[in-house]
């Protein structure tokens, strides 16, 4: 079964370093996203993703943020200066709006520790 | 500010009992629910989808929606003790051109053999 994936699954920085996470969606979906979780926190919205280009982004997607599809199959998101707040778990999630319904499938995760 | 409330738990069952996890939503206009279900340190797994209001069955699990009363449910039937997870509910924020997932804290189920 097609699934999400990202890479790394863990990923240690220093705070003030630019980290850039990766996923690629499943094949045949063309709408992608981010989300994160702080630990024991509930999974909150980062930034949506269609046709080369950003939909929607929440208050947390702030200039430090960047999303880039590089290829046809790679979807990305890159902090610049990461600080000890950014510390999370990022998901990715791709849909394909079938039917018209907005089913999301997540990732993996890659754990973002800030130190 | 959309709002969706759970009842964090711990819910207690056990195995082979019912399990009813509950949830409520802030924004009338909402259209699109989902049920996902989450294993400590992993990702979410989309379980159930429902759009209309009333019930829709799918194995073990049955979601029920009430738009007037902006209340959404999951029963499992049978429950196993690989049913135990945090079970999230989770609206689709439709303010914009493609829609977003707003979830809430989750219900931890424990499913006792």
């Known amino acids: 079964e097609p699934e999400v994936t990202q890479t790394p699954s863990h990923q240690v920085t220093q705070m003030g370093q630019e980290v850039i996470l990766r996923c690629v969606p499943i094949?045949?979906?063309?709408?992608f996203y981010w989300y994160r979780q702080i630990l024991g926190q509930k999974v909150e919205f980062l930034v949506s993703?269609?046709?080369?280009?950003?939909?929607?982004k929440s208050e947390i997607f702030d200039d430090q943020f960047s999303v880039e599809r590089p290829d046809g199959s790679n979807f990305t998101l890159k902090i610049r200066s990461t600080k000890l707040e950014d510390s999370a778990m990022y998901f990715c999630?791709?849909?394909?709006?079938?039917?018209?319904?907005?089913?999301?499938?997540f990732g993996p995760g890659t754990r973002l520790t800030v130190l | 500010q959309k709002e969706v409330e759970q009842n964090s738990g711990p819910l207690s069952v056990p195995e082979g009992a019912i399990a009813s996890l509950n949830c409520t939503y802030s924004?009338?206009?909402?259209?699109?629910f989902f049920w996902y279900r989450q294993y400590s340190g992993k990702s979410p797994e989309l379980i159930m989808s429902?759009?209309?209001?009333g019930d829709k069955e799918d194995g073990r699990f049955t979601a029920q929606l009430n738009k007037a009363s902006q209340y959404v449910s999951l029963l499992i039937r049978d429950s196993q003790p690989s049913d135990s997870a945090t079970y999230l509910c989770?609206?689709?924020?439709?303010?914009?051109?493609?829609?977003?997932?707003?979830f809430g804290k989750g219900t931890k189920l424990s499913v006792k053999p």
């Open positions: 999630a791709s849909s394909d709006w079938r039917d018209s319904y907005n089913e999301q499938f």
């Open positions: 094949s045949n979906h063309l709408y």
């Open positions: 993703f269609y046709n080369n280009e950003i939909s929607e």
């Open positions: 924004d009338r206009g909402s259209q699109s």
């Open positions: 429902i759009y209309s209001n």
């Open positions: 989770v609206v689709e924020n439709y303010g914009g051109s493609q829609g977003n997932l707003i």
